[in-house]
Nanobody
């Protein structure tokens, strides 16, 4: 497994931008596809975006397409989402996750085997 630590969450206003970071250690970061998920109070954990091992393939949930961009820097063992035009409905705890495969194969949380502790993002209207 890979150890993951998220940072960068906070309170912003609707329309603002925010960039989260997820720093990885342990298993070779570049060997794994990575993903971002989020969980709002009272709701199930939701897939947000994923990226394959070299950043060449990405996948997004429809609600964030055109606003969020997932990227990775394998030289820094770090995963990012750049989140623009934030909306109140984006409010949630955001988690990064590591997949055992280098390829994008799933959006299901159960298929990811490493998780960070989460970082809170709150968007006020």
């Amino acid at each position: 497994q890979v150890q993951l630590v998220e940072s960068g969450g906070g309170l912003v206003q609707a329309g603002d931008s925010l960039r989260l970071s997820c720093e990885a250690s342990g298993r070779t970061f570049s060997s794994n596809a990575m993903g971002w998920f989020r969980q709002a109070p009272g709701k199930e954990r939701q897939f947000v975006a994923a990226i394959n091992w070299n950043g060449g393939v990405t996948n997004y949930v429809d609600s964030v397409k055109g606003r969020f961009t997932i990227s990775r820097d394998n030289t820094k063992n770090t995963l990012y989402p750049q989140m623009n035009k934030l909306k109140p409905e984006d409010t949630a705890v955001y988690y990064c996750a590591g997949h055992p495969s280098p390829f994008l194969v799933s959006r299901r949380p159960g298929d990811f085997d490493s998780w960070g502790q989460g970082t809170q993002v709150t968007v006020s209207s």
